[in-house]
């Protein structure tokens, strides 16, 4: 319990050091000409102690926009000769402070009949530093002035530009970890020492937290010295940098950006980050889940089962708080090591899909064609398939019926995850072509006639609702052709957006698959 104080206390006062770092470069604090120095003198003249303390107050700008300052002067009556007289009395208590005990102090108190005298003497004895007066002048903030503050930075833009203004610095912040983020990973697999020390930063949080989502307290302590820190200094770093790229902008200033929103916005991440510090790392965004990490609701924000599916695979899902770093490099959906079976007739289509999935490094593509007669043999040959598959592709020459039910069916309940997946849900891709659509894909299909796309609509959301499987659904159902799409760019489309945690993928730039 105590190396845990002492811990918090070194991370508290790791976030006030960076937080005081950026606000200095802002301009936005005071500096020490600013602050009203405390300053002591001792003079003494014919045997007599004459002290003053004078106290220089910054007074605020008047209407004509200049300062003032006033000096207060206070002087302390003064005692002849006491300083002379109680001088062997203090020397012996100076050199004795350490063996000094209470009865000593009862002893000194009944021999000394001036003793509040002599405690102001004393006080007056001792020497006032430059770091004591910084800190007396860090006391006279009081919280009148924080809400001062406070409201003079939400009124100094409308709320549409606060709103807008704090989401920006905070984006940018979470984006540059992001970036960070990514880098330290690699470098953990790095051919160079140097590079994998850094990159081990961040590794200790991914084994303090590891892939079976437990936590091991064997390294609480260096993801509290290491990935903590770290990751306030990305966060104030790169709000920071937002900042500068909208002054550059011309954002910045009077009406827009202020530099209240930029105070507001760092102290909000110091305040989070100290709370995750109290909390050891245990945030909401860092929870156990058993036997599967459910299916992520959100669209574009990060939450706990976006983060937990990147400590099963730490080499997706990178995002921290928003999905946009994901987006652009391709690293929403967990691919690498995994089996997948194509079962049904894709023709020239399923051999591009196919060349597509190797290159994703999965573990292997296997193929099973449709058996009419439906003998008991081929029936155990598929259900053997199927446990050793993560990830199912169904053509459209199975139709949409019965058929694919029971498929599915035998798929949830024979499916045998590997130990290092078995946290990832199974996945179900349907690939939709539909009449006089997709004709450049190797085969004409059975046809889907408009009446019917009603009915199809609710067959495949029942499956985008199911929670034991993640349900994509590859479609091509646009009634004419916009381009003549060639079935290797037709493959790399739909990769390029399951690779971005796409559910509804277009497979011919038919936008229409998300509507």
Same mark, same amino acid.
């Given at each position: 319990?105590?190396?845990?104080?002492?811990?918090?206390?070194?991370?508290?006062?790791?976030?006030?050091?960076?937080?005081?770092?950026?606000?200095?470069?802002?301009?936005?604090?005071?500096?020490?000409?600013?602050?009203?120095?405390?300053?002591?003198?001792?003079? *003494?003249?014919?045997?007599?102690?004459?002290?003053?303390? $004078?106290?220089?107050?910054?007074?605020?700008?008047?209407?004509?926009?200049?300062? /003032?300052?006033?000096?207060?002067?206070?002087?302390?009556?003064?005692?002849?000769?006491?300083?002379?007289?109680?001088?062997?009395?203090?020397?012996?208590?100076?050199? #004795?402070? !350490?063996?000094?005990?209470?009865?000593?102090?009862?002893?000194? *108190? #009944?021999?000394?009949?001036?003793?509040?005298?002599?405690?102001?003497?004393?006080?007056?004895?001792?020497?006032?530093?430059?770091?004591?007066?910084?800190?007396?002048?860090?006391?006279?903030?009081?919280?009148?002035?924080?809400?001062?503050?406070?409201?003079?930075?939400?009124?100094?833009?409308?709320?549409?530009?606060?709103?807008?203004? *704090?989401?920006?610095?905070?984006?940018?912040?979470?984006?540059?970890?992001?970036?960070?983020?990514?880098?330290?990973?690699?470098?953990?697999? /790095?051919?160079?020492?140097?590079?994998?020390?850094?990159?081990?930063?961040?590794?200790?949080?991914?084994?303090?937290?590891?892939?079976?989502?437990? +936590?091991?307290?064997?390294?609480?302590?260096?993801?509290?010295? +290491?990935?903590?820190?770290?990751?306030?200094?990305?966060?104030?770093?790169?709000?920071?940098? @937002?900042?500068?790229?909208? !002054?550059?902008?011309?954002?910045?200033?009077?009406?827009?950006?202020?530099?209240?929103?930029?105070?507001?916005?760092?102290?909000?991440?110091?305040?989070?980050?100290?709370?995750?510090?109290?909390?050891?790392?245990?945030?909401?965004?860092?929870?156990?889940?058993?036997?599967?990490?459910?299916?992520?609701?959100?669209?574009?924000?990060?939450?706990?089962?976006?983060?937990?599916?990147?400590?099963?695979?730490? !080499?997706?899902?990178?995002?921290?708080?928003?999905?946009?770093?994901?987006?652009?490099?391709?690293?929403?959906? *967990?691919?690498?090591?995994?089996?997948?079976?194509? +079962?049904? #007739?894709?023709?020239?289509?399923?051999?591009?899909?196919?060349?597509?999935?190797?290159?994703? /490094?999965?573990?292997?593509?296997?193929?099973? $064609?449709?058996?009419? $007669?439906?003998?008991?043999?081929?029936?155990?040959?598929?259900?053997?398939?199927?446990?050793?598959?993560?990830?199912?592709?169904?053509?459209?020459?199975?139709?949409? @019926?019965?058929?694919?039910?029971?498929?599915?069916?035998?798929?949830?309940?024979?499916?045998?995850?590997?130990?290092?997946?078995?946290?990832?849900?199974?996945?179900?891709?349907?690939?939709?072509?539909?009449?006089?659509?997709?004709?450049?894909?190797?085969?004409?299909?059975?046809?889907?006639?408009?009446?019917?796309?009603?009915?199809? $609509?609710?067959?495949?959301?029942?499956?985008?609702?199911?929670?034991?499987?993640?349900?994509?659904?590859?479609?091509?159902?646009?009634?004419?052709?916009?381009?003549?799409?060639?079935?290797?760019?037709?493959?790399?489309?739909?990769?390029?957006?399951?690779?971005?945690?796409?559910?509804?993928?277009?497979?011919?730039?038919?936008?229409?698959?998300?509507?």
């Amino acid at each position: 319990m105590n190396s845990t104080r002492v811990l918090l206390f070194l991370h508290v006062l790791l976030a006030a050091t960076l937080f005081g770092i950026f606000l200095g470069g802002t301009g936005t604090f005071y500096t020490s000409d600013d602050l009203s120095p405390l300053k002591s003198a001792i003079t *003494s003249k014919d045997g007599v102690s004459n002290s003053h303390i $004078e106290i220089y107050e910054r007074f605020a700008r008047d209407d004509h926009g200049n300062e /003032s300052q006033k000096a207060l002067g206070q002087s302390l009556p003064s005692h002849p000769s006491m300083a002379d007289a109680h001088a062997p009395l203090l020397a012996q208590l100076a050199m #004795n402070r !350490s063996q000094s005990t209470l009865e000593d102090l009862s002893v000194f *108190s #009944n021999s000394t009949p001036n003793l509040p005298q002599l405690a102001t003497a004393m006080s007056l004895l001792i020497p006032r530093t430059e770091q004591q007066a910084w800190i007396s002048n860090i006391c006279r903030v009081h919280i009148g002035y924080l809400l001062s503050y406070f409201l003079r930075a939400i009124t100094s833009a409308s709320p549409i530009v606060i709103v807008v203004s *704090s989401m920006w610095l905070y984006f940018s912040g979470s984006f540059f970890f992001d970036v960070g983020h990514y880098t330290l990973h690699k470098f953990s697999k /790095s051919q160079s020492r140097i590079l994998r020390n850094i990159g081990y930063l961040h590794e200790v949080h991914h084994f303090y937290f590891n892939r079976q989502l437990k +936590f091991n307290e064997r390294y609480r302590w260096q993801n509290m010295c +290491f990935e903590l820190p770290l990751e306030l200094f990305c966060q104030l770093f790169g709000t920071w940098l @937002g900042y500068l790229l909208a !002054s550059f902008a011309s954002l910045t200033g009077p009406g827009l950006l202020s530099k209240e929103i930029l105070v507001l916005a760092l102290t909000f991440e110091v305040i989070r980050s100290t709370v995750v510090a109290c909390m050891e790392g245990r945030d909401s965004n860092h929870k156990s889940y058993s036997p599967v990490v459910p299916k992520d609701p959100h669209t574009f924000l990060v939450g706990p089962e976006y983060h937990a599916l990147h400590h099963v695979d730490p !080499s997706s899902y990178i995002g921290s708080s928003f999905k946009v770093f994901d987006w652009m490099l391709g690293t929403s959906a *967990s691919l690498r090591s995994r089996r997948v079976t194509i +079962f049904g #007739n894709l023709g020239t289509f399923g051999v591009a899909l196919k060349k597509e999935l190797l290159s994703e /490094s999965v573990s292997c593509v296997e193929e099973l $064609e449709l058996d009419s $007669e439906r003998s008991e043999e081929s029936r155990l040959m598929t259900m053997e398939v199927l446990k050793r598959t993560d990830i199912l592709i169904l053509g459209s020459d199975l139709g949409r @019926g019965q058929e694919m039910d029971k498929l599915v069916e035998l798929f949830k309940t024979h499916q045998k995850a590997k130990p290092t997946h078995s946290l990832l849900l199974p996945e179900v891709w349907s690939i939709d072509t539909g009449a006089n659509a997709c004709p450049t894909l190797g085969h004409q299909s059975h046809g889907t006639s408009v009446e019917r796309r009603p009915a199809l $609509e609710r067959y495949h959301k029942r499956y985008h609702d199911d929670e034991d499987i993640l349900y994509r659904h590859i479609v091509c159902h646009s009634r004419i052709e916009w381009f003549n799409t060639r079935p290797e760019w037709a493959a790399k489309t739909v990769m390029w957006w399951i690779r971005r945690g796409a559910r509804s993928v277009p497979a011919t730039f038919d936008l229409s698959a998300f509507f």
